[in-house]
């Protein structure tokens, strides 16, 4: 009867978590209503849920971050940019320190650049894919494959796949980067503003699959 008891109590304990893998393997790391789970580890930036959405909001340049470290996985995010003069990206496998975020991240370019999709090491190596400069060969051909793939004012779904030292990013179902790099084998996920004077950022759907 304890036994039978005690299982009960870890199933009420674990229904209760917003962060449970679902029959699919996907966990959702936004809850739609709460930020549980992620922490902004700067001393400026805010942050609010709004209608199931995280909205960031600054005058410098922020990174919102979970909790928890993840390894090998596939993470989807929505993004939205605020109109005017934006850039933005996901960061994943990243390293946090206070007001500091750097490692890997998929790009949101939606300048004439046309880097979106592109893999950039923040506060580090800097451009992985494509190379700069920004007529280069590499950086040409990276524009031509992914071409029409980022919607300017229009929520824009970013699919992250890490496993081992292959990374991958999708843009709404263009594959923009496949690299190979085996610098980091684990990290936090983060969300960025750029840091434009009063602009929004906003998030949602985010959910991750481990492998």
Known sequence: ??????????????????????NDGWTDL??????????????HGDVAVVD????????????????QKYSDFILEVDLKLPEGQANS????????EPNK?????AECDPSSRA??????????????????????????????????ALKRSDWNTYRIKAQGDHLQIWVNDVLCTDYIDGM?????????????????YKFRNIRIKEL
């Open 184 to 200: 980091d084998a684990e990290g936090y996920i983060g969300i960025q503003h750029h840091g434009e004077k009063g602009q929004t």
């Open 1 to 22: 009867m304890k036994k039978f008891a005690y299982a009960l109590l870890l199933a009420a304990v674990a229904g209760c978590s917003t962060l449970q893998a679902g």
């Open 89 to 96: 990206g996901i960061m994943f496998r990243c390293h946090v």
């Open 52 to 67: 199931g959405e995280i909205h960031l909001t600054a005058d410098k340049k922020f990174f919102f971050c979970t909790e």
């Open 30 to 43: 936004f809850d739609g209503k709460t930020t549980t789970g992620w922490t902004n580890p700067y001393s």
């Open 101 to 105: 975020v750097y490692g890997y991240q």
């Open 115 to 148: 880097w979106s999709g592109g893999l950039y090491d923040e506060s580090r190596r800097l451009w992985l894919n494509p190379l700069k400069p920004v007529n280069s060969p590499s950086a040409d051909a990276f524009r031509e494959k992914t071409k029409g």
